[in-house]
């Protein structure tokens, strides 16, 4: 069975600071996906990772796959409030035509 | 443009009753989802359909039924409405293999009184 971790599930961070939220799943896969969710909105996809050492980069966000490890990594250069959501990561399986998600990291970023 | 649409986007019914949340997309994509967000839990896999007449159970089916037929629709059906499925639900499709992301919904709040 796969299972998604995500950690931290909360951040607090100041506005101009570096961090990275870690998402590891337990089975094989070389497909995933980071969403960013707004307080009462739906997901909005940010990232789509389908290989080894995919690496995507999207203003202050980069996102990176280590299949091998079976991880990924969002990082967050020099956070700003607009960024302040909770991110989800999903792996695809059987073949990508499903998702399972971590639980999400819910970011805050102070001024 | 094509859209994943949800409806109703708030509803409130009471304990027993049977509820049908309606998911529309207009992507002609051959995948579509259910899943429900609870705080503590993310989101989890109600039901999906990977095609017409296709319809599979997910990790929480307990108390839910879908059924496909076109590809534009996938109505979640609550046959007997209990407080324990008071969340938020959100319908969303992919073309099918590949890798593309999925595209959601805007959601649907339900509250089981």
């Known amino acids: 069975e796969l299972k998604v971790e995500q950690n931290p599930l909360f951040l607090s961070m100041q506005e101009g600071k570096n961090y990275t939220i870690y998402c590891n799943y337990s089975t094989t896969s070389d497909r995933l996906y980071w969403y960013r969710q707004d307080p009462g909105k739906s997901l909005e996809s940010l990232f789509v990772l389908l290989s080894n050492g995919a690496v995507k980069q999207e203003g202050r966000l980069m996102a990176s796959l280590d299949t091998k490890a079976r991880l990924s990594t969002l990082h967050i250069t020099a956070a700003v409030h607009d960024l302040s959501a909770t991110y989800f990561c999903a792996v695809g399986h059987n073949y990508g035509q499903n998702f399972v998600f971590g639980p999400g990291t819910r970011l805050s970023v102070l001024p | 443009d094509a859209e994943i649409t949800q409806s109703p986007r708030h509803k409130i019914t009471e304990t027993g009753r049977q509820v049908t949340l309606a998911c529309h997309q207009t992507w002609n994509h051959n995948n579509m989802f259910w899943y429900r967000q609870d705080l503590g839990h993310g989101l989890r896999l109600i039901h999906y359909?990977?095609?017409?007449?296709?319809?599979n159970k997910g990790e929480v089916s307990d108390g839910y039924s879908v059924s496909r037929s076109n590809t534009e629709d996938l109505p979640l059906t609550l046959e007997s409405a209990a407080s324990s499925q008071t969340s938020v639900y959100f319908c969303a499709s992919t073309p099918g293999q590949g890798g593309t992301e999925a595209f959601f919904g805007q959601g649907t709040r339900l509250t089981v009184v």
């Open positions: 359909s990977y095609g017409v007449q296709d319809t």
